[in-house]
Nanobody
Framework: QVQLVESGGGAVQPGESLLITCAAS??????????IGWFRQAPGKERETDGV??????????YYADSVKGRFTISSDSAKNTVYLQMNNLKPEDTAVYYC????????????????????WGQGTQVTVSS
């Protein structure tokens, strides 16, 4: 059974950084089962259809939405079966609940990850950026 557990959210000021993590179980990141992506849901809004970042199976390919490119970095640690999202130079518009998702293996390619590609969701972690 696929399980994803996010952690590391919090409240920061604009320009600061946060590292959020997604611990996976029920499958192995090193094998070609699932890609891992991050989606977000801003306060009072629907969860965004398009993910902000994605890492392919075996970590060979990464994707970033234009809104986070150059500020966010996704990575994985196969020994810990964990995916990380390092978020730098955070902006108030990054405020959201961030959800980790297991995706079909090819979801990171092309236009990037979208909600129909999701196989399983984590419970989410809150990120608040405010002065």
């Amino acid at each position: 059974q696929v399980q994803l557990v996010e952690s590391g959210g919090g409240a920061v000021q604009p320009g600061e950084s946060l590292l959020i993590t997604c611990a996976a179980s029920g499958f192995t990141l090193d094998l070609d089962y699932y890609a891992i992506g991050w989606f977000r849901q801003a306060p009072g809004k629907e969860r965004e259809t398009d993910g902000v970042s994605c890492i392919s199976t075996r970590g060979v390919f990464t994707y970033y939405a234009d809104s986070v490119k150059g500020r966010f970095t996704i990575s994985s640690d196969s020994a810990k079966n964990t995916v990380y999202l390092q978020m730098n130079n955070l902006k108030p518009e990054d405020t959201a609940v961030y959800y980790c998702a297991a995706l079909y293996p090819m979801a990171c390619y092309g236009p990037g990850p979208r909600i129909p590609d999701v196989v399983s969701w984590g419970q989410g972690t809150q990120v608040t950026v405010s002065s």
